[in-house]
């Protein structure tokens, strides 16, 4: 395997058109990520192209995991938190290529998006995942807790409900 090198993403038609791809495939074969199947390209560009200009206001980071010059994953840590949580993050958007899964693509990204909400001061990060086919082993492997599940919350991409598991994970030194 090549060296996974994994920075923070800029809006251009590259970038782009690769988180869309990795989008569509996600959703495509069952990933929980908030779309339904068949997502559209169009679709997907413009949740992506509203997603990097939020980046653009330092509203979230979003990162890219690179294997050469493939976008082999990416995540999101949401930093737009009301006024009274201005001490939390949220990760969204964890997705890997089916092509790189197994080698530490999703591991590497969390773990720099932690770093990242740190040097932020934050001290907590929250997440949630599909109970059918989602990451909760990856997030329970990297420390987060399970604080509970709500059934029925969401519809997968093929159709039918899900449930989702809500982690918490503290990070940094509390003010």
Request: proline letters at 5%.
């Amino acid at each position: 395997m090549s060296a996974i090198e994994i920075n923070a993403l800029s809006a251009s038609p590259d970038t782009l058109r690769m988180l869309s791809e990795i989008l569509i495939e996600t959703v495509a074969h069952g990933g929980s990520v908030s779309f339904m199947h068949p997502l559209q390209p169009k679709a997907a560009d413009a949740f992506w192209d509203n997603a990097l200009t939020a980046a653009g206001r330092d509203q979230r980071i979003i990162l890219g995991a690179w294997d050469g010059d493939v976008l082999a994953g990416t995540v999101t840590l949401l930093l737009d938190c009301p006024p009274n949580q201005p001490h939390r993050a949220e990760i969204a958007k964890m997705m890997t290529r089916r092509s790189h899964r197994g080698r530490g693509i999703a591991t590497a990204l969390m773990r720099t998006a932690e770093q990242l909400a740190v040097e932020r001061r934050r001290t907590l990060l929250v997440l949630d995942t599909a109970t059918d086919g989602g990451a909760a082993g990856l997030y329970e492997k990297l420390g987060f807790t399970l604080a509970g599940e709500i059934p029925d919350y969401a519809f997968k991409p093929h159709g039918g409900l899900s449930g989702a598991l809500f982690y918490w994970k503290r990070i940094g030194t509390r003010p």
